[in-house]
């Protein structure tokens, strides 16, 4: 299977076509950046898939992060995967963030706990909590960070992802320290794409996952002169 994977939920812009036959990427870039996704993407795809030496029409399967993350950023990654797999007719599928930080850790079957989390600002973070085996003890949620700290009642854990660090420095001091800290900015294009192959596009769809909403709202005057009747 050749799967086009495309990553620009957090604070990198990634791509890289996988080989399940080979076991390999066979061609990916990524780009550390807070801003400036839609103007990226593009090109760098068009050089990834250059590299890999094949054509759009022999991939199998478009892959894309779907959140938490970036609403503007996700929704670049997630536009560019459709668009893609509409046009060469392809099945398109997503995966999380939290998921994709959390899968090369659960790869190596250890004994301690991981715990995804991503900065929503705000002194909350978007967290999920999985055994070492990859079964679920906490589901993906966003919470302030002193809740979300309460994660430390299953022992030691390996911590990944852009808020890693934030939970290690304010981690309980009456509980066991943290395993590992791993403070990626993004996740690994590889494990996206290797997630990628084990889905389903039925369960697996590519649509924003949201797990609170923008933060940019109409302000009340607006809403309030949205409300009321236009002048006759």
Not at 139 to 157: D, K, T, W, Y
Not at 203 to 208: E, K, L, Y
Request: hydrophobic share 50%; net charge neutral.
């Amino acid at each position: 299977m050749l799967i086009l994977a495309i990553d620009t939920a957090l604070d990198a812009c990634a791509a890289g076509v996988l080989d399940t036959d080979a076991g390999r990427l066979i061609a990916q870039e990524s780009q550390a950046m807070k801003r400036g996704h839609a103007e990226a993407l593009m090109p760098l795809i068009g050089r990834v898939m250059t590299a890999s030496g094949i054509g759009f029409a022999a991939l199998d399967r478009i892959a894309a992060t779907t959140g938490p993350g970036s609403f503007t950023g996700l929704r670049v990654g997630l536009s560019a995967a459709r668009g893609i797999a509409l046009a060469a007719n392809k099945p398109v599928v997503g995966l999380t963030t939290l998921t994709a930080y959390a899968a090369p850790v659960v790869a190596q079957n250890g004994e301690h706990p991981v715990i995804s989390a991503i900065d929503a600002r705000h002194d909350h973070v978007y967290f999920q909590v999985v055994s070492g085996d990859g079964s679920s003890l906490i589901r993906p949620q966003v919470a302030p960070i002193e809740q979300a700290l309460n994660a430390a009642r299953f022992g030691a854990p390996h911590l990944v992802g852009n808020a890693a660090k934030i939970l290690a420095d304010r981690w309980p001091a009456d509980a066991p320290p943290p395993f590992r800290v791993d403070a990626q900015p993004a996740p690994d294009i590889a494990w996206v794409a290797w997630l990628a192959a084990a889905v389903s596009p039925d369960t697996a769809p590519a649509r924003p996952y949201y797990l609170r909403a923008p933060d940019a709202k109409p302000s009340t005057n607006l809403l309030q002169r949205a409300s009321q009747p236009p002048a006759s």
